[in-house]
């Protein structure tokens, strides 16, 4: 065989080896077997960090959104899903679901939810304005256990934005709403949330959404 002929032979077997492995050499263990990313160790972590993030950045596409519902929908320990599927569905205009999600995370402790609904209720942004019930809220944040044995500190932004803002009065009934708060955690229960729950344990996604149909369009059945 020639030598020109074996040369392109092995440039053209390396180039498929490293087209196989993405253009980039995997890393292997002392066995020399390749050690897998952390998505291919953890797939569903992977895609629930995916869509939160998604969320935040307000990329609320369609698999997104089946994501954090899907996710949403198990219930007490998916909150950080709650908070961004009600962050999504605020800014694909659904305000009223997108903050009863919101509030679900935060009713049971969920920090982010907190801080969320705290600024909602402040500016009046897909609830009514209401600066009491927003001063409760950014109390609870600030003092959310969860933040403070992580020793995490409370966003000072926050505090920031209430300044002047409530009335002694208003401080005063907050914080009677403070301590009669106690947490509580959503479960999915009606029949509508098994159907969700059922879509997304077989498909994978959320129900599809049944098309509105003007009344003028509808038969007359007389």
């Known amino acids: 065989m020639p030598i020109i002929t074996i040369v392109v032979m092995c440039i053209a077997a390396l180039f498929i080896t490293s087209c196989k492995g993405g253009g980039a050499a995997r890393k292997r263990d002392e066995s020399g077997h390749i050690i897998p990313t952390l998505a291919e160790q953890d797939p569903a972590g992977t895609l ?13 596409d369609e698999e997104t959104l089946d994501v954090l519902t899907c996710f949403a ?5 998916y909150e950080g899903a709650q908070t961004a599927l009600g962050q999504c569905t605020i800014a694909t205009g659904q305000k009223d679901e997108g903050v009863e999600w919101i509030r679900r995370a935060a009713d049971s402790g ?4 907190q801080k969320l609904l705290a600024r909602l209720y402040l500016a009046g942004e897909a609830v009514g304005q209401d600066t009491v019930e927003a001063a409760k809220w950014a109390k609870l944040y600030s003092r959310n256990p969860s933040l403070l044995s992580l020793g995490v500190q409370p966003d000072r ?27 509580k955690y959503w479960t999915p229960s009606t029949s509508s949330d098994r159907n969700v729950k059922q879509s997304c344990d077989v498909e994978g996604r959320r129900p599809a959404r049944r098309p509105e149909v003007p009344l003028e369009s509808m038969p007359n059945p007389y």
């Open 157 to 183: 932004a926050l505090a920031e934005e209430f300044r002047g803002r409530v009335s002694n009065e208003q401080n005063a009934i907050a914080g009677q709403r403070v301590a009669a708060w106690v947490p």
């Open 48 to 60: 629930y960090a995916a869509s939160v993030g998604n969320a935040a950045r307000g990329e609320c």
């Open 73 to 77: 929908y198990r219930g007490h320990g």
């Open 110 to 113: 969920w920090p982010d939810a």
